[in-house]
């Protein structure tokens, strides 16, 4: 009864120290374990990604680990690529009613609130030990996020023998450089940790511009983000995981609660807001793990309007002694509506003291994507 009221008074602790209007970035779903459970890692992660995702889970294995990993998430919002792709294939030669009234068209798509595309991507290597109930992680990695809005509707003239399409997208990121050390203890037989991560992070900022019409639709955008401003802030994680029976466990984490801020070349400052993350896992048998994470409050980001509030849901069976891991789940944006529900699955291989896990979603009304992948040696 007192860890219960130990862990409760813990989260209501995290929870009372998050502003209600946070200027933050987008959520990370951060390796393919977790990815391929839908972004569910809060009180599942044990492994050295715990670092990031929660650090007291370090404290609830006893194994050494070290990994590297690499994932991606890119989300267009109303079909912004595709309608970009179309303008770009107009002919402003064609001066016919019917070719205006089509670039007219694609304009009003393009001017619609909401039309926004986002890019997330993180890697980096980790590291996890143990010595006795002591657990202690380290890992350097880069998260980055990035988006484009429109600044400047689309607007269609007529000039003559030619048409004329006018309007920029304004190009926002921030790359989250950056080394960080964990601590976690665990108590009473691993029945409640808590943890710690301290992070210095060296933070590149982006603020750049690019016309909608002619637009790259590639990686080639990048040069238009600008060059990046650099600044350097530390911050802190905690978090708290409470098992208490053997078939559950209730983890917690709150990141970047000391809200880090960056300047960026357009004379803002990007910060990085507390978010407050909260996960359970439940384990009907041995062999099989469901967990649901969501985010306790919603986050602003870096695009004007956009705010992000992802509900996660993911099961894995493992077979064969634990050498193949299989995966399912799902995860929204439960602040918007309108955005779908995607899907994801991934798959883990354990040869011996080597493991390799993929693990990815597609969004298949509005094409976005999510992958991930990661090598590592557990002992």
């Known amino acids: 009864m007192k860890r219960t009221c130990l862990t409760l008074g813990f989260i209501g602790l995290l929870v009372a120290t998050i502003p209600l209007h946070a200027s933050a970035v987008e959520f990370a779903i951060v390796g393919p374990r977790a990815m391929g459970m839908g972004g569910a890692g809060v009180a599942v992660t044990t492994d050295a990604l715990a670092t990031y995702w929660n650090p007291a889970g370090l404290a609830m294995s006893k194994t050494f680990d070290m990994r590297v990993q690499g994932s991606a998430q890119g989300i267009d919002r109303l079909g912004v690529i595709d309608t970009v792709k179309d303008i770009n294939d107009i002919n402003l030669n064609d001066t016919s009613p019917a070719n205006q009234a089509r670039l007219q068209a694609l304009a009003d798509r393009i001017n619609r609130p909401g039309s926004t595309v986002?890019?997330?991507?993180?890697?980096?290597?980790?590291?996890?030990?143990?010595?006795?109930?002591?657990?202690?992680?380290?890992?350097?990695?880069?998260?980055?996020?990035?988006?484009?809005?429109?600044?400047?509707?689309?607007?269609?003239?007529?000039?003559?023998?030619?048409?004329?399409?006018?309007?920029?997208?304004?190009?926002?990121?921030?790359e989250a450089r950056q080394a960080a050390f964990s601590y976690a203890y665990a108590f009473a037989d691993k029945?409640?940790?808590?943890?710690?991560?301290?992070?210095?992070?060296?933070?590149?900022?982006?603020?750049?511009?690019?016309?909608?019409?002619g637009a790259e639709t590639d990686l080639d955008v990048l040069k238009d983000f600008g060059r990046a401003k650099i600044s350097t802030a530390y911050a802190i994680d905690i978090g708290a995981v409470y098992r208490p029976a053997s078939w559950l466990r209730l983890?917690?984490?709150?990141?970047?609660?000391?809200?880090?801020?960056?300047?960026?070349?357009?004379?803002?400052?990007?910060?990085l807001a507390r978010q407050v993350r909260g996960g359970v896992a439940v384990n009907p048998y041995p062999s099989?793990?469901?967990?649901?994470?969501?985010?306790?409050?919603?986050?602003?980001?870096?695009?004007?309007?956009?705010?992000?509030?992802?509900?996660s849901l993911g099961a894995e069976q493992t077979l064969f002694s634990e050498s193949?891991?299989?995966?399912?789940?799902?995860?929204?944006?439960?602040?918007?509506?309108?955005?779908?529900?995607?899907?994801t699955a991934g798959f883990g291989l354990k040869i011996f003291a080597l493991r390799v896990d993929i693990g990815g979603g597609y969004d298949f009304r509005e094409r976005g994507a999510?992958?991930?992948g990661s090598l590592a040696l557990t002992f």
Do not use: C, M, W
């Open 118 to 174: 986002s890019g997330i991507g993180a890697g980096g290597v980790y590291l996890k030990g143990n010595l006795g109930n002591h657990a202690f992680g380290f890992n350097v990695s880069d998260v980055a996020t990035g988006g484009a809005f429109v600044s400047s509707p689309l607007t269609v003239t007529t000039t003559g023998t030619q048409l004329t399409a006018s309007g920029q997208f304004a190009l926002r990121g921030l």
């Open 191 to 213: 029945t409640f940790a808590i943890g710690v991560t301290g992070k210095l992070i060296q933070g590149a900022a982006y603020a750049g511009a690019t016309n909608i019409r």
């Open 251 to 271: 983890g917690v984490v709150a990141k970047d609660v000391n809200e880090p801020g960056f300047d960026a070349p357009n004379g803002q400052e990007f910060k």
């Open 288 to 311: 099989l793990t469901i967990s649901l994470d969501g985010d306790i409050l919603s986050n602003t980001t870096l695009l004007p309007g956009v705010k992000s509030r992802v509900l």
């Open 324 to 343: 193949l891991s299989l995966r399912v789940g799902a995860l929204k944006n439960v602040e918007d509506a309108a955005s779908p529900i995607t899907p």
């Open 370 to 372: 999510l992958a991930a």
